[in-house]
């Protein structure tokens, strides 16, 4: 499937919209429940995504590279669109083929560049080589900020597993303003401590907040 089969660990973690602003007290929260995670025995990363792999649905969104041109009524190409934070790639085991993932950096600033990461499909497919490293490209629409791609991932079947890869465009978490998804921990040894720790975690961030929705990355795939 293009990423790890066994030690992930699933789960939702959702901040209501009552409480948390989308910006930077979202950051916040999920920042502190992240390096925390990733400190816990035994993990060796945590992250969020949008969009955990055969799991979430999926979302496509338009794709328009830098100086493209459509005629009205032309369907401009479409990829699959996550949000991710800097550690997805790794704790996946998705590989980088070229450039980097995302960093803390990459936020949601005026005076920030904004960033993608593509995999290698829609390198191919958008920009006709397999490192598309420093090219950019539009989400949505032809008045959609511009997106530099700063790295190339691997192919992953993210729909299902009897259909083959598809496009994928990931932005990061911190520039997406999502307040949804799936936090990922990649960890070696027993699942319950680790969900246990991440429980706790959670708690000590935000008592009303629930952790739902677990599931090891086996019983996905299953």
Sequence with gaps: PGFRTHGILRMKVELPDAGYRRGRQTDQFFERLLS???ALPGVRAAARVSR?????????????TEGSQYAEGDQPPTAEYRTASER??????IPVIAG??????????????LVAVVNRTASLKFFGTPNAV????RIGRATSPLFTVVGVVGDIR???????????????????LSTAGSIVIAYDGA???VLAGVRRIVASLDKTIPVADVQLIEDVMA
Excluded: C, N, W
Aim: proline share 10%; glycine share 8%; charged share 20%.
């Design 52 to 64: 955990f792999p055969l799991h979430d649905g999926h979302l496509t969104s338009d794709v328009l």
């Design 191 to 193: 699942p319950a401590p």
């Design 36 to 38: 925390d995670a990733g």
């Design 88 to 93: 997805y790639f790794e704790a996946m085991g």
């Design 134 to 137: 420093g090219k950019r490209l």
């Design 158 to 176: 993210q729909i299902s597993l009897r259909e083959p890869s598809v496009p994928e465009v990931y932005i990061s978490s911190r520039q997406g």
């Design 100 to 113: 980097r993932t995302f960093a803390p950096t990459d936020v949601a600033d005026s005076a920030a560049q």
